[in-house]
């Protein structure tokens, strides 16, 4: 009888550390989380970029029919390392996999997918965070269409009611092909709902994008450099309209015309590629 009980008693101890453990693990990767997030903040606000970026796994392999979809319409992705091309290809088929591709008018082909997400993940490649909650839809039109919205015609949009983008294709593929007018519909919408997320969230990726925006508007109050972008023509006159214009068409430019930005405006392009965590010496 009394080894039973002694064997009892072992049982109720080991139960009450097993207990005590398991009340207070939500508090330890509470306070683990947090340290990691503030620790982060503290990294990347000293070194301009995250911890770490690529957290697969594993990744998927891309069709040899697809990566050349990729290779042939993007110099980005050309330029990429081997390592860094099977981070790309496993993110687009992310994409293709998590969003809907709808169109009333349209066959939706592989092609068509290919081009859209790898357009997504090129602009977010350097950001861990990169699929974005705020859409999960993508309406394609065959060219300009009439937004019931708007009330006005459309080449593209970012429709946060619908938590949907909409392109027309047209324009879509003309943003990619033409490489000299700094207009790429893909970028600029993709841009508007990047902008959005950010100010929404307080990921670290997003506070790394809006304290370097922040920066080039702080720089952009000292109205000779303002005057000298315009009068430089490398932005277009719509940049101006808002914030939210004017991010989208710096984007469009930092991925169309970097030499540009480089030379003439080498502290905007530094922070551009700091919001995105662009590096090219990194992945090329």
């Avoid at 027309?168 to 919408?189: Q, V």
Wanted: with cysteine; charged share 25%.
């Amino acid at each position: 009888m009394k080894e039973q009980t002694i064997a009892e008693k072992y049982e109720l101890v080991f139960a009450d550390y097993i207990g005590m453990v398991l009340c207070s693990l939500p508090l330890f990767l509470m306070v683990g989380y947090f340290g990691f997030y503030v620790f982060e903040i503290i990294y990347l606000r000293k070194y301009k970029k995250p911890l770490f970026v690529f957290a697969h796994t594993s990744t998927r392999k891309m069709s040899p029919i697809h990566q050349k979809i990729l290779y042939d319409h993007f110099s980005y992705y050309r330029k990429l390392k081997p390592k860094y091309k099977s981070y790309f290809n496993h993110r687009v088929y992310t994409f293709i996999d998590k969003i809907k591709f709808e169109s009333l008018s349209l066959v939706i082909t592989d092609e068509m997918k290919l081009l859209i997400a790898g357009t997504h993940v090129m602009l977010t490649f350097g950001l861990r965070d990169y699929l974005n909650p705020l859409f999960k839809t993508i309406y394609i039109h065959p060219d300009i269409y009439f937004s019931e919205d708007t009330q006005e015609y459309h080449k593209g949009e970012f429709n946060p009611k619908l938590n949907a983008i909409i392109f027309s294709w047209k324009h879509f593929y003309e943003g990619i092909h033409i490489k000299n007018d700094n207009l790429n519909l893909g970028l600029h919408e993709f841009t508007h709902a990047l902008h959005i997320k950010a100010l929404k969230s307080d990921k670290t990726n997003n506070v790394l994008f809006r304290e370097s925006l922040e920066n080039i508007f702080r720089a952009l109050a000292n109205t000779k450099l303002k005057d000298k972008l315009i009068d430089s023509g490398i932005i277009r006159d719509y940049a101006f309209e808002n914030q939210f214009e004017f991010v989208a068409v710096l984007l469009e430019h930092f991925f169309e015309s970097p030499e540009d930005l480089k030379t003439n405006f080498p502290y905007i392009y530094t922070k551009i590629s700091h919001m995105i965590n662009y590096n090219e010496k990194y992945f090329a």
